[in-house]
């Protein structure tokens, strides 16, 4: 307990100096930064390299702070009520008097907020006077960090500190639901999108390649190990490794198993991990086995077409 607060101490006073560091959540890692000072978030994108126009999402603790920041509609309260804290984030009205960061924003009057369930983070949150834009923590359009060990892998010395919360449970981003006029889905995430048109007891839109970049996971080219990726791949070439998500009892130094009993949640679990270590094991090319487009699945499709546009 006392190794905790003194983690949780350090790393509020590195962003109470306006640096970025490493924060876990149960979605992905995040690279985190003070919403409320430009200084912060500056350097959020110059750490990821990240083009300005690709907005951030800024994480709350709960909803008095985001009072402050958003409008609120009955969309919002039922599916926050619902799903939070957890891996769904919301694009909700800016309000004029926000001291959100006009850089967060794209300077667009919107803003794409979540609320956390990793209880470190949730700690951490609790500890600060301002909420947290934290994209994921790894080089724009690379591979998301899944664990403190990746985040060091993409940064090195140049993030000042990683609170490190062991692996993230879910292991694929945040469900984005826009909520400023119909409920629209701009990116497929943790959540399951049948569970939210249940709550809000209507079909929802879906346009995870939108033109207008409000919302962070938009472009074409994302998520990506580095290397050449094909999808529904019935076998592997020569040289390449070869992604399986239920386990064939076949030993071949060139197959990975995404999971033993073809589950699903532990496939997107794992995806990021994998994709990662064959890349740093020096592998040119990568098959996947075809992934059932439902539920989850739908992510780790969409996260492998992003991937394979490389």
């Known amino acids: 307990m006392k190794s905790i607060q003194s983690n949780i101490k350090k790393a509020k006073k590195y962003l109470d100096k ?5 924060v876990p959540t149960e979605t992905v890692y995040g690279l985190a930064g003070n919403a409320y000072s430009d200084i912060s978030v500056k350097k959020i994108f110059k750490l990821k390299k990240r083009p300005m126009n ?15 920041d958003c409008h609120i509609n009955d969309d ?17 009205e800016l309000k004029k008097k926000s001291k959100i960061s006009q850089f ?3 300077k667009k009057r919107t803003l794409a907020v979540r609320f956390p369930k990793h209880l470190l983070f949730r ?12 994209p994921s923590a790894n080089i724009s359009t690379r591979l998301s960090a899944v664990t403190a060990s990746d985040v060091q892998e993409e940064f090195g010395p140049n993030i000042s ?3 490190d919360g062991g692996k993230s449970q879910i292991g694929v981003e945040s469900t984005i639901i826009n909520l400023i006029n119909k409920p629209t889905i701009f990116r497929f995430g943790g959540l399951d999108i049948s569970k939210i048109e249940k709550v809000l007891n209507k079909k929802i ?32 070439r020569k040289n390449e490794a070869y992604l399986l998500i239920k386990n064939r009892n076949i030993v071949s130094k060139n197959y990975y198993y995404l999971s033993k009993n073809n589950n699903l949640k532990q496939v997107a679990k ?23 487009n439902f539920g989850i699945g739908k992510t780790i499709n969409d996260r492998l077409k992003r991937a394979s546009k490389f």
């Open 18 to 22: 306006k640096h970025c560091i490493g």
């Open 54 to 68: 690709n907005p951030l999402i800024v994480h709350y603790l709960n909803l008095n702070k985001l009072k402050e």
């Open 76 to 92: 919002f309260i039922k599916l926050y009520k619902k799903f939070c804290p957890g891996p769904i984030t919301f694009i909700l």
């Open 104 to 106: 967060i924003t794209n």
């Open 123 to 134: 700690k951490l949150l609790k500890n600060l006077n301002y909420p947290l834009a934290a």
């Open 161 to 163: 500190y990683i609170l």
């Open 205 to 236: 839109l879906i346009k995870t390649n939108s033109k207008i970049k409000i919302a962070p996971g938009q472009f074409p080219l994302h998520y990506s190990p580095g290397i050449p990726l094909r999808m529904s791949a019935k076998k592997p």
């Open 270 to 292: 794992n995806l990021y991990s994998l994709l990662r270590k064959i890349k740093n094991k020096g592998y040119k090319m990568i098959a996947v086995e075809k992934v059932p």
